[in-house]
T-cell receptor
Framework: GAVVSQHPSRVICKSGTSVKIECRSL??????MFWYRQFPKKSLMLMAT?????????EQGVEKDKFLINHASLTLSTLTVTSAHPEDSSFYIC?????????????FGQGTRLTVV | SQQGEEDPQALSIQEGENATMNCSYK?????LQWYRQNSGRGLVHLIL?????REKHSGRLRVTLDTSKKSSSLLITASRAADTASYFC???????????FGSGTKLNVKP
């Protein structure tokens, strides 16, 4: 299957700082990228959907100013957690999709473990 | 979860036995997909079933879909220790380019 690279895999940051997570589709052009948050032993919560060149669509309850998403090209999307707090500590996963129609799968990055101290 | 629930939450079986996981969802869908996640890792796509399909097979995997009940099941036959992982169903709502995940089933296959 296609490869999605997510970086970094782990990051520890201090409260109040910002952290950027990158998601790259290595061998295909991702028309859509998704960002998820996963709490321990829980499901994946969709945070936002981004299409290349347009603003991200955020799910209800997700703060746009807190979680900045940029999808500047067909192979790169970034998630920036701004002014991080300990409660932002979580596992963040991106996925990418090349959508020819609705019946296509998504390819996932390996996730980023964020710890805010 | 955002879209639905899975049961059981956890399942422990012996190698060679079959494992069945169920997924229920809330809205009309375009398709339903099953993914696998090893601990602390990303997800791997297993199988996709379209809303107009009722059953699909892929190797040791068998998926059913009942749109009237808004439910799906994943059967893994002749399980192996390597099948130990969490399994999630994901729904693609009708006319929406999104994936919503169920609550997941943690499968443990004992050697």
């Amino acid at each position: 299957g296609a490869v999605v690279s997510q970086h970094p895999s782990r990051v520890i940051c201090k409260s109040g700082t910002s952290v950027k997570i990158e998601c790259r589709s290595l061998d295909f052009q991702a028309t859509t990228m998704f960002w998820y948050r996963q709490f321990p032993k829980k499901s994946l919560m969709l945070m936002a959907t981004s299409n290349e060149g347009s603003k991200a669509t955020y799910e209800q309850g997700v703060e746009k100013d807190k979680f900045l998403i940029n999808h500047a090209s067909l192979t790169l999307s970034t998630l920036t957690v701004t002014s991080a707090h300990p409660e932002d500590s979580s596992f963040y996963i991106c996925s990418a999709r090349y959508m020819t129609d609705m019946n296509t799968e998504a390819f996932f990055g390996q996730g980023t473990r964020l710890t805010v101290v | 979860s955002q879209q639905g629930e899975e049961d059981p939450q956890a399942l422990s079986i012996q190698e060679g036995e079959n494992a069945t996981m169920n997924c229920s969802y809330k809205t009309s869908i375009n398709n339903l997909q099953w993914y696998r996640q090893n601990s602390g890792r990303g997800l791997v796509h297993l199988i996709l079933i379209r809303s107009n399909e009722r059953e699909k097979h892929s190797g040791r995997l068998r998926v059913t879909l009942d749109t009237s009940k808004k439910s799906s099941s994943l059967l893994i036959t002749a399980s192996r220790a390597a099948d130990t992982a969490s399994y999630f169903c994901a729904t693609v709502p009708y006319n929406f380019n999104k994936f919503y995940f169920g609550s997941g089933t943690k499968l443990n296959v004992k050697p």
